[in-house]
């Protein structure tokens, strides 16, 4: 879809756009994470499963600076940012999704989207800040297409856990980041919802670089995409979804919990 | 008119009906005999210390920071004003008389080096917003810096307030001590005791508080204001979407504390008196009171609450005594448990619930109509 369709700045080059080597995190001893080498392409989707506690939000946290790995490097858009700021990293532009969906519930849906714009974050410059007319129409029809139009002048607290989910997605649509973490975005949605997140993924490959966890295989299987199997902090297995889920460790590991449907 | 559009007419002209009411009716009462000058002066008063709890709001209801030290930037910009008056006041040798009655050495004192500035009433206006915001910016940048957040944040601004206290009773300060500053007789040259004084700082007042309104309800309606309803509602998050929160609650706290002197440097010439006995605990509980009871989040609530409070204290103080204190732990209770939104915002509320009825009653009127047309 053309609103979705611009390129966001970016310059080419050969290496990855994020990349995380010889990553650790440990809390109180217990190794979370330990990734030896997990890396994705410029404008590829890449879909992160494991069971639980397998390290699948710690990965989000250490690549949007919640969390500083132990040790370890990770290069984002050819740029060292271990142990930078969060809101740096968020500035260079990483844009994320939590998994329970965080909005600012004193505010209405348009004053969400104004918030996400990519735009100056300075406290004078915002004093004098305006939406354009092309940001406005750029918002109404993100708004129109998560059929969130009607409530853009509510408050969001008055919103439904779905509508929470969309207007999260929607915010992160807005910023434009480099890239998308996008922490179970079909969670405590219904069947149809799920299906339209997934098309709208689906529209963002290709144009952002994106990397999702999920849980629910038939949302997986909708994107289509590379998959990287996470398992006690480890990377466990990466290819596509048949070819993970006929892997014999990821079996043993993760599908052999009967977590597959 | 239904009653919605009664509630949302009444809603619209009250802000002008009040401006007028203090702008043109009172100084009328006053000038045809009706009230005395000590009471426009005491509204005077009661007007200073409203902008202050404006500046709270902003603070506490906009950005969701439960500060309690707003009394003492009231009482540094008090005190800069109080100083300047004292300048121009009785001299003992050169000392302003509050100045020289509390210091004991023997052969009197040279004025102290940082009472120089306050010579000049133009240095002491601009010093009222420049002290209080310094020492506000400072505080501000390394409590946020530090993610002091939440009750820790209330406790460290009582306890800030608390150490001012005791740095401004001691005498060796050469700030008078608990006795304070007093003796004060002129502004710009004009008697403080003549009436006409006391109507001009009156309407100084007033003015000041519609320019702080106007200021604020701009502010909160920029993306800015917005960003810091969004440091309230959720701070983490918006750190993930670029946003530095720590600039903003710097920035909020310093604009509180410039409103917070204003209103003391107001307050000051028409009280006469300036001491220490604002930054006790109370003190800055009463301003967070002021705006529980009004409404937070609301800018009007901060005036409503802060007059009704010291309207109440005035008349309810005479009759009562010390017993007064129970009616206003009674207050505090009953904003919790039936007006968590204050006065302000119950109004609203009814308002919404206007609107909703009228919306319903329209929806159930349209629905047989359909029914006889099909």
Known sequence: ?261 | MSLALLHRNISRSAPWAALLVFTVVMPLMYAGGAIDIGTLNTWGKYLAIAIMAIGLDLVWGYTGMLSLCQALFFTLGGYCMGMHLAMHGPLDDGIPRCLSVVSSEVGGIQLPLFWQPFASLAATVALVALVPGAVAFLFGWFAFRSRVRGVYFSIITQALTIAVWLVLCRNEMRLCGTNGLTNFVTIAGFDLRAPATKVGLYLLTVAMVAASVVLAQWLVRTRTGRVLIAVRDNESRLRFAGYQPVAYKVWVFTLAAILGAVGGALYVPQNGIMTPEYLVAKESVVAVVMVALGGRGTIYGAIVGALLYKYLENTLSTVLANNWYFVLGGLIVAIVLFLPDGLVGAWRGLGRRLRERDARQAARSDAPSAAVAS
């Open chain 1, 1 to 261: 879809m053309s609103i979705l369709a611009e390129h966001p700045g970016e310059g080419t080059s050969r290496l990855d756009l994020i990349q995380l080597t010889d990553v650790t995190v440990s809390f109180d001893g217990f190794k979370a994470l330990d990734i030896g080498y997990f890396a994705v392409d410029r404008n590829a989707l890449r879909v992160v499963i494991g069971p639980n506690g397998a390290g699948k939000t710690t990965l989000c946290d250490v690549i949007s600076g919640k969390t500083r790995p132990a040790s370890g490097r990770v290069v984002f858009d050819e740029v060292d940012i271990t142990g930078m700021a969060d809101t740096a990293i968020a500035a260079r532009g990483v844009g994320r999704k939590f998994q329970t969906p965080t909005v600012f519930d004193g505010l209405t849906v348009m004053e969400n989207m104004e918030l996400a714009l990519p735009r100056t974050r300075g406290v004078w410059r915002n004093l004098f800040a305006r939406t354009a007319p092309a940001e406005r129409e750029l918002i109404e029809s993100i708004l129109t297409r998560v059929r969130l139009i009607e409530s853009r002048a509510i408050e969001s607290r008055h919103l439904s856990h779905g509508q929470r989910q969309w207007l999260e997605i929607s915010m992160l649509m807005v910023s434009r980041p480099k890239l998308l973490l996008v922490d179970e975005p079909a969670a405590g949605l219904t069947d149809h919802e799920t299906a339209l997140t997934a098309e709208l993924l689906n529209e963002l490959k290709g144009h952002h670089t994106i990397i999702v966890i999920e849980h629910d295989m038939e949302f997986v299987r909708r994107l289509g995409s590379e998959v990287t199997v996470l398992c006690e902090g480890r990377v466990l297995s990466s290819g596509t979804l048949e070819h993970v889920q006929n892997d014999a460790k990821v079996i043993e590991a993760y599908l052999g919990r009967g977590k597959e449907r």
